[in-house]
């Protein structure tokens, strides 16, 4: 145990920590209740949805399909035809910055936040 | 001699490839799953690191190609394997690049490839999906990167020390 480690390893590890609590800092503090829920499908907009509405939006796009489901103001991956499902274990999102994606089937669910937002208010 | 030795390094590669790809396959069946995409151990890089310093770069890289392809589409698809692959690539070169240096243990070095292999598939990830807002994934899988190659590391410098040298043949 004695060799395991050198000293530039502790170095190393303390540089990567410090840019790891920076990077968090700024996206936690970046963070905020989102608005509405932008799905993307291979990179292009499909639909943006309001929080405040609950609805169910599928979907479907060269065999594979895809349903996000929105409740209280958060939505969330409830079905999709991915083999990792990794999309669907992602669970509920509702603030900026928060993201669900799913990489097989090239979906990906975003929240933005209210700034402009008024539709949903009004 | 040399074309011996050289015979014999290939079938170890075979061998080490045969078994990186096995333990891609316990990790795949174990119930690990954290949720978050690309949190996860990487036991196949234990192989990949004790290649990297019984053998040289490109019997590692050798290696390591082989494992990710072959995992990566039986387990994930197309396009799991092409980020894997991004992830393996850009992880084995830094750590070939830090062993150089001379400076850092192998748990060091394990710890920053752990990082660039996250990195990797972060930035083919976002590349595919075409959004660089994946980044807020960032710090977890920073983290989770630092610790699994940490403990990976540790478990290589331990494996290194036990098997018996002219395995590899020099």
Redesign the interface.
Same mark, same amino acid.
């Given at each position: 145990m004695k060799?395991?480690?050198?000293k530039?390893?502790f170095v190393?590890?303390a540089i990567?920590?410090l840019?790891?609590?920076a990077? $968090?800092a700024v $996206?936690v503090l970046s963070a905020s209740r989102g608005a509405k829920a932008v799905v993307?499908v291979d990179?292009e907009i499909y639909g943006t949805y309001s929080l405040s509405d609950d609805q169910e939006i599928t979907v479907e796009r060269d065999g594979h399909t895809n349903k996000i489901t929105i409740k209280d103001g958060s939505a969330q991956m409830t079905y999709s035809t991915c083999?990792?499902q990794?999309c669907v274990?992602?669970?509920a999102i509702s603030e900026t910055?928060? $993201?669900i994606?799913c990489?097989?089937n090239?979906v990906?669910v975003?929240i933005e936040g209210g700034e402009g937002g008024y539709d949903a208010v009004a | 001699m040399q074309w011996h030795s050289r015979t014999r390094r290939i079938a170890v590669s075979a061998m080490f490839a045969a078994l990186a790809f096995i333990f891609s396959y316990i990790e795949a069946i174990l119930p690990l799953?954290t949720?978050?995409?690309g949190v996860k151990l990487g036991i196949a890089n234990l192989v990949v690191i004790l290649a990297l310093y019984n053998m040289n770069f490109r019997y590692a890289m050798g290696i390591n190609v082989i494992r990710i392809l072959v995992a990566g589409l039986l387990f994930?698809?197309l396009?799991?394997a092409l980020?894997s692959l991004a992830g393996g690539v850009v992880s084995l070169t830094v750590m070939w690049l830090l062993k150089r240096?001379g400076?850092?243990? *192998?748990?060091?070095v394990s *710890?920053?490839g752990g990082?660039a292999h996250n990195m990797g598939q972060l930035l083919v990830?976002s590349a595919?999906?075409?959004?660089l807002? *994946?980044f807020?994934y960032?710090?977890v899988l *920073?983290?989770s990167g630092?610790a699994a190659g940490?403990l990976i590391g540790?478990t290589a410098?331990v494996v290194n020390g036990r098997v018996p040298k002219d395995v590899f043949a020099k």
């Open positions: 060799n395991m480690f050198k530039a390893d190393l590890l990567l920590i840019i790891g609590i990077l $968090s $996206s993307t990179g083999k990792n990794v274990e992602t669970g910055n928060d $993201s994606v990489l097989p090239r990906m975003e | 799953s949720g978050i995409p994930n698809g396009f799991g980020y240096t400076l850092f243990s *192998m748990a060091g *710890m920053a990082l990830a595919l999906v075409s959004n807002k *994946m807020v960032l710090p *920073m983290f630092i940490i540790i410098s």
